[in-house]
T-cell receptor, first 112, second 116 residues
């Protein structure tokens, strides 16, 4: 089984709607990273969370890490076509402050 | 943040040959990593590239198949040796830049490899 589960696997939303993507582990997430990937391209760094209960926002994207540090959510407000892509969560689950384990990704499509 | 470039951006290679991928960073970084993303899959760490010493490989990856060099703090190479179609993937370099207790990790644009 995956050490880092993402849900949903894919999502189609209408422009202007809000959406949430979840990333869950049975292990402690010592550092939790959110990335966006356009098809066939590299990863764009969005945010990193470290502390339980931490929340960060950038433009219309908000990420949270729960108090137990086993679940994170990424929320997009008023989605736009530019938000389309694959969202990946990566986490340090070894506590080494270095290498990351990645989730399976969530493919987001935004329709007009 | 860090600006990372990779060469080549894509290549089509014949089985049995080798390809070396270069990763260049615009600033000195402590940590550099190589990941693989197979078609339709998420990322898997191949190895940590250590400056001045041998790379640290993850389970399932060996030096003979994926030799890595890291001659300084801004450059690394990954070679995919004796390629087979199963090696067709996107290969991504990432770097860790210091910040608090965890590094912010940034990724290069990737190298899309197709083995025929």
């Amino acid at each position: 089984s995956q050490e880092l589960e993402q849900s949903p696997q894919s999502l189609i939303v209408q422009e202007g709607k809000n959406l949430t993507i979840n990333c869950t582990s049975s292990k402690t997430l010592y550092g939790l990273y959110w990335y966006k990937q356009k098809y066939g391209e590299g990863l764009i760094f969005l945010m990193m969370l470290q502390k339980g209960g931490e929340e960060k926002s950038h433009e219309k994207i908000t990420a949270k890490l729960d108090e137990k540090k086993q679940q994170s959510s990424l929320h997009i407000t008023a989605s736009q076509p530019s938000h389309a892509g694959i969202y990946l969560c990566g986490a340090d689950i070894s506590g080494t402050a270095s290498k990351l384990t990645f989730g399976t990704g969530t493919r987001l499509q935004v329709t007009l | 943040s860090a600006v990372i470039s990779q060469k080549p951006s894509r290549d089509i290679c014949q089985r049995g040959t080798s390809l070396t991928i270069q990763c260049q960073v615009d600033s000195q970084v402590t940590m550099m990593f190589w990941y693989r993303q197979q078609p339709g899959q998420s990322l898997t760490l191949i190895a940590t590239a250590n400056q001045g010493s041998e790379a640290t490989y993850e389970s399932g990856f060996v030096i003979d198949k994926f030799p890595i060099s890291r001659p300084n703090l801004t450059f690394s190479t990954l070679t995919v040796s004796n390629m087979s179609p199963e090696d067709s993937s996107i290969y991504l370099c990432s770097v860790g830049t210091s910040g608090n207790s965890h590094y912010e990790q940034y990724f290069g644009p990737g190298t899309r490899l197709t083995v025929t």
